[in-house]
């Protein structure tokens, strides 16, 4: 996600971007294995329908909507104990199903696009969402549609996301859309008062413009709209910056809802560099002014533990208030760097151990969706470390 890291002008923290291709390894084309979360019930119908007897096997995806639901009627006078074991061992292929979603802890993660990611054609999009598809991702978040502004912006093609889009849907999934992020942000972040006006005129504008036209509220995969940018309480201390920021996010928000009738969303994180703001406190004065659905990173791959306590007051808020919510489980461990100014971000896939802990303590929280940032690269690069987190958590 982007994160600054100093009082300096932010920079976005990524991973250094590697040439997307097609996703490596037996994992991105096997079928959903026996771990799926598929039920399997055998209702015998006590009644004769005619002269036969039946027996439904209802295969559905729990927790998951009934549209993916299949049943499947067969004459119970063909079936033996040699037939019901043998539908029993064929469990794995029905689970692969689009819907049905593995045990992982997991309903969404995001999807950081670069615009290399246009270089991909169907089939390695296909390989990638299925692998997301068994990881149990139900909500697809893209981070972000472009980048404007700035020394090299761009944008992803519509023709390539419709095809996310269409294959999202048939894997079941849905698909959130963040809008076009302006690196102007950065910049803003410690403006005053002016520029800070400046910038959310103009970013109002784009995303206006961008709302006007975008075709994806009408595809039946969307979930919404994702504003890709993120909140802490370092850059939003004062009273008067938190109602300058509340003041431009209504305005958007309600431009979202002209197009949407879902609460847009958009993320926020405990910044560890000292301030006198309060992360709460600006969460309260956002929630009084619009409607927003808060995003709540955990920051463990960048500050440790000791991240989960900070963020508890504003969670705990959030419960009080029955703001839905969602929680992001970082699936990278930060590594030392020359620079400690965000410029030469360095990661690396974090172990399962303590992601599964992560996950555990998400499962308290009260949120809505465990979102992870994120499966693709951390988790379903071809890297050893993300190979081991993937295969140590599919174990798991």
């Known amino acids: 996600m982007c994160r600054e890291r100093a009082a300096s002008q932010p920079q976005p923290c990524v991973s250094h971007h590697r040439s997307p291709g097609p996703l490596c390894g037996p994992f991105a084309t096997q079928v959903r294995s026996y771990r799926n979360r598929c039920s399997l019930v055998l209702c015998a119908q006590a009644q004769r329908w005619g002269n036969s007897r039946t027996a439904r096997f209802r295969v559905g995806c729990a927790p998951s909507p009934p549209r993916h639901e299949k049943d499947i009627t067969i004459s119970a006078a063909t079936l033996s104990r040699r037939h019901l074991l043998c539908l029993l061992a064929s469990a794995p292929i029905l689970a692969s199903l689009p819907g049905c979603t593995r045990s992982t802890g997991l309903q969404g993660s995001f999807l950081q696009l670069w615009k290399s990611h246009a270089e991909l054609d169907a089939k390695q999009w296909q390989q990638r969402l299925a692998a997301m598809a068994d990881m149990g991702c139900r909500t697809l978040t893209?981070?972000?549609?472009?980048?404007?502004?700035?020394?090299?912006?761009?944008?992803?093609?519509?023709?390539?996301?419709?095809?996310?889009?269409?294959?999202?849907h048939q894997q079941g999934m849905q698909v959130q859309v963040g809008l076009p992020f302006d690196n102007a942000w950065w910049q803003a972040l410690a403006a005053d008062e002016t520029g800070q006006a400046r910038f959310f005129d103009k970013a109002l504008g784009e995303a206006q413009r961008y709302l006007a036209g975008a075709p994806w509220p009408q595809h039946r995969a969307f979930a919404g709209w994702y504003i890709p940018y993120e909140l802490e309480q370092y850059h939003w201390a004062t009273a008067a910056s938190q109602q300058r920021l509340a003041t431009w996010l209504s305005a958007l928000a309600d431009s979202i809802r002209q197009h949407s009738d879902r609460t847009p969303s958009i993320s926020t994180y405990y910044s560890v560099l000292p301030t006198e703001g309060s992360l709460l406190q600006l969460w309260r004065t956002l929630l009084d002014r619009t409607a927003l659905r808060p995003v709540v990173q955990d920051g463990v791959g960048v500050a440790g533990w000791a991240n989960v306590q900070a963020i508890e007051p504003l969670l705990l808020e959030l419960r009080r208030r029955r703001v839905p919510f969602d929680v992001v489980v970082e699936l990278f461990e930060q590594l030392p760097s020359e620079n400690n100014d965000g410029s030469d971000f360095k990661a690396r896939s974090a172990d399962y151990a303590r992601v599964q802990r992560q996950l555990e303590w998400a499962r308290t929280t009260g949120a809505e969706q465990v979102v992870a940032f994120a499966l693709d690269p951390w988790a379903l690069g071809d890297d050893p470390r993300a190979r081991r987190l993937r295969e140590d958590w599919l174990r798991g």
Do not use: H, K, N
């Open 142 to 168: 893209v981070q972000w549609v472009g980048l404007i502004g700035g020394e090299s912006p761009w944008m992803i093609p519509d023709a390539m996301l419709r095809t996310v889009f269409d294959i999202v």
